[in-house]
């Protein structure tokens, strides 16, 4: 089966870290952009970050540039992020979607699964 599958997610207090994983499987990672977006109960889905497959580059969200970190291992077939210094408005299920490039976000080739919940809370 083609999916992407989201973990790492826990319950962490302010300035904890975490790192998030996204597996591929059915599918080569590295031909796509991968992007991470969040969803907290009530409030839009919002993009967190994104990094290219053609020359690795990488954008996020203003809210949580200098925190969080995307990166790709494509040995293992896996996008992280990491997530430091993390605050309780982080809180939200996070998801990975693979796109065609990160400028065409809005058009998803793989993912939407369950994704993985993250809460920060004292």
């Known amino acids: 089966q083609v999916q992407l599958v989201e973990s790492g997610g826990g319950l962490v207090q302010p300035g904890d870290s975490l790192r998030l994983s996204c597996a591929a499987s059915?599918?080569?990672?590295?031909?796509?952009?991968i992007g991470w977006f969040r969803q907290a109960p009530g409030k839009e889905r919002e993009g967190v970050s994104c990094?290219?497959?053609?020359?690795?580059?990488?954008n996020y969200a203003a809210s949580v540039k200098g925190r969080f970190t995307i990166s790709r291992d494509n040995a293992k077939n896996t996008v992280y992020l990491q997530m430091n210094s993390l605050k309780p408005e982080d809180t939200a299920v996070y998801y990975c979607v693979a796109h065609d490039t990160c400028r065409s976000w809005s058009i998803p080739r793989v993912g939407w699964g369950q994704g993985t919940q993250v809460t920060v809370s004292s």
């Open positions: 059915g599918f080569t990672l590295d031909d796509y952009a």
């Open positions: 990094i290219s497959k053609r020359d690795g580059s990488t």
